[in-house]
């Protein structure tokens, strides 16, 4: 555990608040938690009646990258999946910031695994920098997604 800080193609928050300099044993508790967290969201997305099938993809496997203490860089190809889903539940829309997220979740693989041969950027700047809070806002918007469906199941399409 102790290397964890130079295992720079590590993405996930583990490595993300070990590099940020919790010590190890305190990102690892907190990493438990982004799990419990990521395990009750989808826990209730699939039992949900008014989420869809694509919501209910989009949430597990966003749970699954952001639950992994260990997520690599290239694992982040499940990305441009969950980016899939996302758009066919309606969770990402016209506006620009969903846009913005749907291309990182698109390309962002993409510029981590060019960097893992390259080293052009800092792995952690376009890894765990950038693919953690992706996830993050993910499963935030899913969360929002759920919440809406199941004040107003009617008034959404299935």
Same mark, same amino acid.
């Given at each position: 555990?102790?290397?964890?800080?130079?295992?720079?193609?590590?993405?996930?928050?583990?490595?993300?608040?070990?590099?940020? =300099?919790? &010590?190890?044993? @305190?990102? *690892?508790? %907190?990493q438990w938690a982004?799990? +419990?967290?990521?395990? $009750?969201?989808? /826990?209730?997305?699939?039992?949900?009646?008014?989420?869809?099938?694509?919501?209910?993809?989009?949430?597990?496997?966003?749970?699954?990258?952001?639950?992994?203490?260990?997520?690599?860089?290239?694992?982040?190809?499940?990305?441009?999946?969950?980016?899939l889903f996302l758009?066919?539940?309606?969770?990402?829309?016209? =506006?620009? &910031?969903?846009? @913005?997220? *749907?291309? %990182?979740l698109w390309f962002?693989? +993409?510029?981590?695994? $060019?960097?893992? /041969?390259?080293?052009?950027?800092?792995?952690?700047?376009?890894?765990?920098?950038?693919?953690?809070?992706?996830?993050?806002?993910?499963?935030?918007?899913?969360?929002?997604?759920?919440?809406?469906?199941?004040?107003?199941?009617?008034?959404?399409?299935?």
């Amino acid at each position: 555990l102790q290397n964890i800080p130079r295992l720079d193609l590590m993405v996930g928050p583990f490595f993300l608040l070990v590099n940020l =300099g919790l &010590p190890v044993t @305190a990102a *690892l508790a %907190l990493q438990w938690a982004v799990l +419990a967290v990521a395990a $009750v969201v989808v /826990f209730l997305l699939w039992r949900s009646k008014s989420a869809g099938f694509d919501a209910k993809a989009a949430g597990l496997l966003t749970a699954m990258l952001i639950a992994s203490p260990y997520l690599w860089y290239y694992e982040t190809a499940v990305l441009a999946a969950i980016g899939l889903f996302l758009v066919r539940a309606g969770i990402l829309g016209q =506006g620009w &910031p969903h846009r @913005a997220l *749907l291309f %990182l979740l698109w390309f962002g693989c +993409a510029l981590l695994v $060019v960097n893992a /041969f390259h080293r052009g950027l800092g792995n952690a700047l376009i890894g765990a920098y950038t693919v953690t809070p992706i996830l993050a806002v993910c499963l935030a918007l899913i969360v929002l997604h759920l919440i809406h469906r199941h004040r107003s199941p009617a008034a959404l399409p299935a």
